[in-house]
């Protein structure tokens, strides 16, 4: 199970962390990725980190936001800096067992996800 938190209203600018906490023993050996859904458009990855701590990012969040994993308190973080109106969607994170130790930019090998966890960013 994941569980996603830290979401809220923000202004243009400023930051937010965003936390997903996993239950379970096989946290270490899953990858995990943040996604995020703005009203009336798809379901877009935008960050993922590996098993190895590889990372990976979408263009539109390169350079303003950061995932990482802490294997010790089972839980991906994702912080979100300067934070643009266009940032605003339903925030979820996810896990995949599937090739854990690569990049894999394809939504369908997501196995387990969270609930999702809102943020609004105002101009």
């Known amino acids: 199970q994941l569980q996603a938190s830290g979401g809220g209203l923000v202004q243009a600018g400023n930051s937010l962390k965003l936390s997903c906490a996993a239950s379970?023993?096989?946290?270490?050996?899953?990858?995990l990725g943040w996604f995020r859904q703005a009203p009336g458009k798809q379901r877009e990855l935008i960050a993922q980190v590996t098993t190895s701590g590889q990372t990976g990012y979408a263009d539109s969040v390169k350079g303003r936001f950061t995932i990482s994993r802490d294997n010790t308190e089972n839980t991906v973080y994702l912080q979100l800096n300067s934070l643009e109106p266009e940032d605003t969607a339903i925030y979820y994170c996810?896990?995949?067992?599937?090739?854990?130790?690569?990049?894999?930019?394809?939504?369908?090998?997501?196995?387990?996800w969270g609930q999702g966890t809102l943020v609004t960013v105002s101009s």
């Open positions: 379970g023993r096989t946290f270490s050996a899953v990858a």
């Open positions: 996810a896990a995949r067992t599937y090739y854990p130790y690569r990049i894999v930019r394809a939504e369908r090998f997501y196995d387990y």
